[in-house]
């Protein structure tokens, strides 16, 4: 199903409201991050859905804890450092 168009204006500093109903229903809050394509006289906004870290860690905690298994700080910061590692030689 099509939506409907809305119109809005770019603020001397480059700002652009995206209007109420469409940050309502796309769930759009303050300091909500997007990537932003542009091409001839399009432009597009994706919103980036980040995962929240803490609760993504609690829960791998929890099912360590259920599974008994255990890792040191130590092993973890030497995991960290290796998929850093890997991402920086990538980039």
Same mark, same amino acid.
């Given at each position: 199903m099509a939506e409907e168009p809305q119109v809005t %204006? =770019?603020?001397e500093k480059g700002q652009v409201v995206i209007p109420q109903? =469409? $940050?309502k229903q796309k769930r759009i809050k303050a300091k909500n991050k997007f990537i932003v394509?542009? *091409?001839s /006289? %399009? #432009?597009i906004m994706k919103k980036l859905e980040i995962p929240d870290l803490k609760k993504e860690l609690a829960s791998i905690f929890r099912m360590m804890d &259920? *599974? &008994?298994l255990k890792i040191? /700080? &130590?092993e973890i910061e030497e995991e960290i450092s290796k #998929? $850093? *590692?890997k991402t920086a030689c990538h980039s």
């Open positions: %204006t =770019i603020s109903s =469409i $940050r394509y542009g *091409k /006289d %399009t #432009i &259920e *599974k &008994e040191s /700080d &130590e #998929i $850093r *590692k």
